[in-house]
C-alpha cells in the first residue's frame, strides 16, 4: 500500500529560524509528491509540487528518491508561514487517475 | 474564476440516516475527488469520477456511493449513518485525471452523526 510519513506532529520554531518538515514515502514507481498547507481557517491549498521545481513562498523541496524522502524546507521561517502541511503522493505518473496519498500532517508554529 | 465550492458547509444527523453532499468543481474542470478527514485517520480518499465515471475508488464500505453528473458537479451519498462516519468531507477539483494535475479544494462539509 502507498504510505506518505510525516513523523512530526508539530514543530515549532522561532522566526527567522530555518524550517525543516520531513516527509518519506513508500516507494513504488516515481509518484507524483506534493506540499499541501492549511492555514487557519481557510481550505486545503496546494504548496508546491516536485515536478515543478517551483520555489513557493520561499518554500523548497528536494525528491531524494534513495531515500524517498521530500522534505520541505525554508530558510527563514516567517509568522504567516503557521499552519498545517501535508505531504502526499499521487499514483505512479504511468497510471491514471489523480488519487492522492496524504500524510498525517505537521502543525508548524512560528514564536516570535 | 469561483473556486470549488460544497453544499451544506454543516450537517447534523443521526444514526441510520442518509446523507447527500454537494460539490461544484471550478469551471472547466472535469475530475472530482472526495477525501474524508477526521483527526484519527487524516485525509484518505474516496472516490474519484470523470466525465460521469468512477475512475478510483478509496477502501471505504459500499455505504459510500457517489456520482457526477453531465456539467460536472458531483455527489456523494452515505447511507446507514454511523457515528464514526462524522468527519469533515473535501471534495477537490482538477481540469483533467492525472497524477501531475494540480487539486484545488473545496472548503468541506462538515458532518456530524449523532
Known amino acids: 500500500a502507498q504510505r506518505v510519513t510525516q513523523p512530526e506532529k508539530l514543530l515549532s520554531v522561532f522566526k527567522g529560524a530555518p524550517v525543516e518538515l520531513k516527509c518519506n514515502y513508500s516507494y513504488s514507481g516515481s509518484p507524483e509528491l506534493f506540499w499541501y498547507v492549511q492555514y487557519s481557517r481557510q481550505r486545503l491549498q496546494l504548496l508546491l509540487r516536485?515536478?515543478s521545481r517551483e520555489s513557493i513562498k520561499g518554500f523548497t523541496a528536494d525528491l531524494n528518491k534513495g531515500e524517498t524522502s521530500f522534505h520541505l524546507k525554508k530558510p527563514f521561517a516567517q509568522e504567516e508561514d503557521s499552519a498545517m502541511y501535508y505531504c502526499a503522493r499521487g499514483p505512479v505518473l504511468t497510471g491514471g487517475g489523480n488519487k492522492l496519498t496524504f500524510g498525517t500532517g505537521t502543525q508548524l508554529k512560528v514564536e516570535l | 474564476k469561483a473556486g470549488v465550492t460544497q453544499t451544506p458547509r454543516y450537517l447534523i444527523k443521526t444514526r441510520g440516516q442518509q446523507v447527500t453532499l454537494s460539490c461544484s468543481p471550478i469551471?472547466?474542470?472535469?475530475?472530482v475527488s472526495w477525501y474524508q478527514q477526521t483527526p484519527g485517520q487524516g485525509l484518505q480518499f474516496l472516490f474519484e469520477y470523470f466525465s460521469e465515471t468512477q475512475r478510483n475508488k478509496g477502501n471505504f464500505p459500499g455505504r459510500f456511493s457517489g456520482r457526477q453528473f453531465s456539467n460536472s458537479r458531483s455527489e456523494m451519498n452515505v447511507s446507514t449513518l454511523e457515528l464514526g462516519d462524522s468527519a469533515l468531507y473535501l471534495c477537490a477539483s482538477s481540469s483533467l485525471p492525472g497524477a501531475g494535475e494540480t487539486q484545488y479544494f473545496g472548503p468541506g462539509t462538515r458532518l456530524l452523526v449523532l
Open positions: 516536485h515536478i
Open positions: 469551471s472547466g474542470h472535469r475530475s
